[in-house]
């Protein structure tokens, strides 16, 4: 059905976003609206775009959004379309804004360790290339082969090595913004160290699309680590002790790039879907990985592990070997959703406090009797429980909107976040006054006004 304007028509709306966008397409069809305007997998009220933008110029993006201020039409950015939190899904009668197309790396420096790039390069092909020059790109979410820098940056993705590394925020020095009216913003820079001015570049980070639209980044590259990287699979006889055992790791001036935990049930869920034994005696299974390693790192390590009665521990430098323990971290999303209705979380508590949030999980799975699985980031307190029910079952039972609530309470009482990488997006905005308070609820929106006072970009993602 042709969507209707009280003055004008779609017919002209879209030949005036024709007109502007020179380099890259508009369409229209209704396949690409159909496959473009929202995800299958996550559930909400899908409604189609009017307009299907694929941008392959800073004049394109700019040319889109003149369309969207003059008709007063939403703009919803997407990257790679990899979002958890319907943050890039379709606002009905409004235009989809991609720029997966603007996928080129403009300059590798390898003397200086940066990269300048557009925003649909993807996150684990610029790694691949630095690589190559004796560098890396640290930031490692799970979609690294998938996600586009944009993306990431536009949600401060995280990732397996952010207890060493940091997130995307941390690995970013600047950035060209388009906002709402057009502007082109240069912000940052080509240095460590910037001082001068306000830091729009990090207010831009994780701003889920809404304050301005992400064309180009600079971002760091580091030095390959000299000595072979450590892996190591440890399995412990519940959470709450492989959480103890996770700070210790972390506290002993290993520098660990990775700290991986997964709990019993996810365990389990992995040997039905792969055929193995991991579950067999064993309430937790830790992945950890340090980059710079001594005698001495490997004498510290076997020394906490056996503190917090670890079983079954594997410790290796080879490079087989260690990608047989990262494949068993990667069928952990497979496994836990075959055959399930699933919703994955993503809270962050102080490293100290991860335990009892684990314990409490468990108790609610008791308390509610949906199975839980609870995995995630343990060295950086960063944990994914996903609750599942029955496939057969059309609606989410109340059960677990209940668990949900609980469970981020309780992450917040424990000086935590209930968003620590997935974004905000449109399942947890109404959140924002509770963790934020009211005061900083209200900067917010100002804030929102500020660079998009016509409200066009990604509205309602990010705070409602």
Known sequence: MELKFSAFDSKEIIDFLKEQVVDGEVKVDAQTLQTQSYSERLAGNHQPA?????????????????????YHLPVVTQNRFTSTVIGADAVS?????????MNQVLELNIEDGYAIVQPGVVNGDLDKLARKHGLFYAPDPASKPLSGIGGNIGTNAGGLSGVRYGSTRDNVLGLKVVLADGRLLELGGKTSKQAFGYNLTQLFIGSEGTLGVIVEATVKLLPLPLSKPLMGLAFFADMPTLAQATSALRMAGLYPAMLEAMDANTLQAIDEFKQTHYATNAGAALIFRIDMVTEQTVKVVKQILAKYHAQNVELTDDEEKQATIIAFRQA??????????????DMAVPTSKLAELVAYIQQLEKETGL?????????????????TWDKNLKDTPPTVTLALRK??????????TISGEHAVGMLKNQWNNVELGPDLDYLQHQIKALFDPMNILNPKRKIN
Do not use: C, W, Y
Request: no cysteine; hydrophobic share 45%.
């Open 50 to 70: 009017l307009a299907f933008v694929e941008a392959k110029s800073i004049a394109d993006v700019q040319g889109t959004l003149t369309t969207a201020r003059k």
């Open 93 to 101: 009668g409004g235009i989809i804004l991609s720029t997966a197309k």
């Open 332 to 345: 952990m999303l497979p496994a836990i959703f075959n055959g399930r209705n699933a919703v994955m979380e």
């Open 407 to 416: 469970m981020f309470t309780k992450a917040l009482e424990l000086g935590g």
């Open 371 to 387: 199975r839980i699985f609870t995995a995630g980031h343990a060295g950086d307190g960063n944990i994914h429980p996903t609750l």
